[in-house]
């Protein structure tokens, strides 16, 4: 039914407030035995890449672009490692207002870039890494007026809080541990706020810990030092210098939790399992979350039977060259019996 109908009376919206919906948030959550069973927790996946451009962004980018439209911007602007781009040409296109995005030129997965295109968002390649360009895209919101809809926007976070409300109202419960990838660190900050809500409506009495993994070529978190040149695999999160650290330190402070570093091989090997095992194909930034568990396991730091929630951020049809990349060809046959019957049998 949408985030804004299905939770409006708690959100900040009023009888102004225009109605958007593409019908984002209900995303399944997905209990995965097979992975579960070998990590030894009882493992849920949310597949936010159900959402309607495909990442769990279209959860906050539906009231960040109401509540511009209801204050009268000219047209939306953000910057992006690639799924914020692709849903605020979508819901730009839905409303019908412009929309400009500014993407790290050649650093952006093939699928999202042909989203922003094909909603028609004008797309800007800048010569420098997301972090520049969020700059860039802020300077650019004050100079000419244009609604910011990146994270640092506050109803992104405060819509992008119903993920948490969902997981809490379908388990009955919070989880244990929420797994989540880290990258301009708006997400893990969201989902905390999100459970404390409901602890503090009397609807959960326990908080998880949350648990935030960062690729290790981009993890100003996990190592407290700061990341002039990210790189990873995982481009959604190769981000050198989060927007809300502050808050997303509190939460793994608050909860518990922890920052954790993974591997782009970690990444990768994590991204096949989730397919192979679970019947979940999701982006490699996506897999950082899955990455981490698994290292946790491997030190002996993930308690068995635990409650696991991991956010399956984005589609993994977004990124196909980085699947392409680490799974076999196809065996290529003619068009005879014989020749499949031979291929079948190897
Ligand atoms: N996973 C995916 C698939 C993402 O696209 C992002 C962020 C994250 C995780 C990290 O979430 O920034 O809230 O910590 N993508 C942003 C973008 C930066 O521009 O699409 P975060």
Known sequence: ???????????????????????EGSTPLVRLDRIGGDLGIELWGKLE????????????????????????ARALVCASTGNTSASAAAYAAHVGAPCYVLLPSGK???????????????????????????EMAREASRKLG??????????RLISQKTGAWEICEELGRAPDIHAI????????????????????????????RMVGFQAEGAAPLATGKPCPNPETVATAIRIGNPVSAERAKSAVLESGGEFGAVSDEEILAAQAMLAAKGGVF???ASCAALAGL??????????????????????????????????????RIGSSMEELLEALAQ
Do not use: H
């Open 49 to 72: 890449g159900c959402n309607p451009s495909g990442s769990f962004k279209d959860r906050g980018m539906v009231l960040a672009v109401a509540k511009a439209l209801e204050d009268g």
């Open 294 to 331: 698994i290292k946790l396991r491997g030190a002996k730091r993930l308690p068995e039977g635990s409650k696991v929630v991991m956010v399956l951020t984005g589609n993994g049809l977004k990124d196909p060259d980085a699947a392409l990349r680490q799974t076999g060809e196809p065996i």
């Open 108 to 134: 952006v997965a093939m699928g999202k870039l042909a989203q922003a295109l094909i909603y028609g968002a004008k797309v800007i390649a800048v010569d420098g890494n997301f972090d520049r360009a969020l």
């Open 1 to 23: 039914m949408g985030v804004l109908k299905r939770y409006g009376a708690n959100l900040p919206i009023s009888a102004r407030t225009p109605g958007v919906n593409l019908e």
């Open 282 to 284: 999701a982006e490699p």
């Open 146 to 155: 244009f609604a910011m809809v990146n994270s640092v926007n506050p109803y």
């Open 181 to 208: 990838p880290v990258g301009n660190a708006g997400n893990i900050s969201a989902y905390w706020a999100g459970y404390k809500d409901f602890r503090e409506w009397g609807k959960i009495s326990g908080l998880p």
